[in-house]
């Protein structure tokens, strides 16, 4: 079984809408928790930790739900600048687990 | 102009010979890692260490090497015994103790012929 799981979509939205994406880990001993995004062919960049109450910026929304091991990611407002892939990560015993992605592109 | 640097951006070689990628960081992170990342696949851990002189194995470290004389610089050795070393090459630092956001470099492409 994978460390860190995602659905790798792809998810085409319009301009807008809003859209979720889940995550769910395996090590119940993980630690810190992460989103990044990465845009075709560059490096992750990191987009915003996951914290046990949940934690906003702007449109984006973070959630982590301990008990069921999965993260969520709520996009607000769609914006075409959106379009990129989503990562995952997981931290545990001072690793990182990535998953392989979720591919999210807004159509205008 | 703080951040982590990697050179060069591409990199072409010939089969058998061996290539060091460059990772130098200003951030004054202690912990820095190497992955890679091949078509439609997640980032795998190649090296990472948490500390100067100090570095451990991560999932696929067979036929990579790296070194860690200095807290700024972690580079990694793609030698002739890694079977497919064309891939995407990312260094990253974190802080680390209780700090463990990790930051990439722009990344390498190694292209092996």
């Known amino acids: 079984r994978k460390e860190v799981e995602q659905d790798p979509g792809p998810f085409n939205v319009p301009e807008g809408a809003t859209v979720a994406f889940n995550c769910t880990y395996s090590?119940?001993?993980?630690?810190?928790f992460f989103w990044y995004r990465q845009d075709c062919r560059k490096e992750p960049k990191l987009l915003m930790s996951?914290?046990?109450s949940g934690n906003e910026d702007g449109r984006f929304t973070a959630q982590l739900n301990r008990a069921s091991q999965y993260i969520s990611l709520l996009i607000r407002d769609s914006k075409l600048s959106d379009s990129a892939t989503y990562l995952c990560?997981?931290?545990?015993?001072?690793?990182?687990?990535f998953g392989t992605g979720t591919s999210l592109t807004v159509i205008p | 102009d703080g951040g982590i640097t990697q050179s060069p951006k591409y990199l072409f070689r010939k089969e058998g010979q061996n290539v060091t990628l460059s990772c130098e960081q200003n951030?004054?992170?202690?912990?820095m890692y190497w992955y890679r990342q091949d078509p439609g696949q997640g980032l795998r851990l190649i090296y990472y260490?948490?500390?100067?002189?100090?570095?451990q194995k991560g999932d696929i470290a067979e036929g990579y090497s790296v070194s860690r004389e200095k807290k700024e610089s972690f580079p990694l050795t793609v030698t002739s015994a890694q079977k497919n070393p064309t891939a995407f090459y990312l260094c990253?630092?974190?802080?680390?103790?209780?700090?463990?956001?990790?930051?990439f470099g722009p990344g390498t492409r190694l292209t092996v012929t």
């Open positions: 990253a630092s974190s802080p680390g103790q209780d700090s463990y956001e990790q930051y």
């Open positions: 090590n119940s001993a993980s630690q810190s």
């Open positions: 996951v914290y046990s």
């Open positions: 990560v997981v931290n545990a015993r001072n690793q990182f687990y």
């Open positions: 951030l004054n992170h202690d912990a």
């Open positions: 260490s948490q500390i100067v002189n100090d570095f």
